[in-house]
């Protein structure tokens, strides 16, 4: 209703501006200019009077170019307001369908090919639209977390998933505590603050992975390839590493000693 106001009210003020102008246009070419001049025009020739009321028709016209020109600018603005509000509206849109119909891709229980189109979409909307990378992680991260229940080999969506998730970094992390995910191949995963408690790496490929400040309390990192790892301030009070490789260029926790703890190092 407020809208519908203001449009009305919108429509109103610039009829009213133009019966103005046009009235102005019309006044300056009849009596307007003698009232103008006033009394002084009777003490002027005749070719000075007419000069004089045409010097006051130009000034009055080019008045009225101006404010046209005012009312140009400020209308164009304004088109270019409503062009990107609904530019964005239709972009938001746009993006809410392709999250909805990437929401149904991944519940599909008859085809994996349409399951890891849903994982990609996802993708392409973390890109699009930043504010919405939070729900896109917290999607494919339960998408992971309820494939892998069962502990056999990753599928290929999953896999997909878990590329799609650890090829950047997320504003709140991800959380991925309790997936099972045995001799996952993840060279370079980004997984800074992630969530791994209790979660199964055992055998997994973490070479030159990014942990800072991730939660493996708990995990099973058995045989898991660590070689130059970043583990820093990652919590790993429980988490089993006997037979995991590691280097010289593995980070690890301050304090930590990972000899004690079964490491192989060069």
Request: aromatic share 4%; net charge positive; with cysteine.
């Amino acid at each position: 209703m407020t809208s519908r106001w203001l449009r009305v009210a919108g429509w109103c003020l610039a009829a009213a501006i133009a019966v103005a102008l046009v009235a102005t246009v019309v006044t300056a070419f009849g009596p307007l200019p003698r009232a103008v001049l006033g009394g002084d025009a009777d003490a002027l020739s005749a070719a000075d009077q007419i000069k004089a009321r045409n010097d006051v028709r130009a000034s009055l016209l080019q008045a009225v170019g101006g404010v046209l020109l005012v009312i140009g600018a400020i209308t164009a603005w304004r088109q270019m307001l409503i062009g990107r509000r609904q530019h964005l509206l239709s972009r938001r849109t746009a993006i809410t369908e392709s999250f909805t119909k990437a929401l149904d891709s991944l519940g599909d229980t008859n085809s994996a090919a349409v399951r890891l189109g849903g994982v990609y979409s996802l993708d392409r909307v973390a890109d699009d639209d930043p504010a919405e990378r939070d729900r896109v992680a917290e999607v494919l991260s339960a998408f992971v977390r309820e494939n892998t229940a069962g502990g056999d080999e990753p599928s290929r969506e999953v896999r997909g998933a878990l590329q799609v998730l650890t090829h950047r970094e997320w504003p709140r992390g991800l959380d991925l505590a309790g997936a099972r995910l045995p001799s996952v191949r993840l060279p370079g995963a980004r997984l800074t603050g992630a969530r791994l408690r209790d979660a199964d790496l055992s055998g997994a490929n973490l070479s030159g992975a990014v942990l800072r400040d991730a939660d493996l309390t708990g995990a099973d990192l058995r045989k898991a390839d660590l070689t130059g790892a970043d583990l820093r301030a990652a919590r790993l009070d429980g988490s089993k590493l006997s037979g995991a490789r590691a280097s010289v260029r593995t980070r690890w926790p301050e304090g930590f000693a990972p000899d004690g703890q079964g490491v192989l190092t060069p």
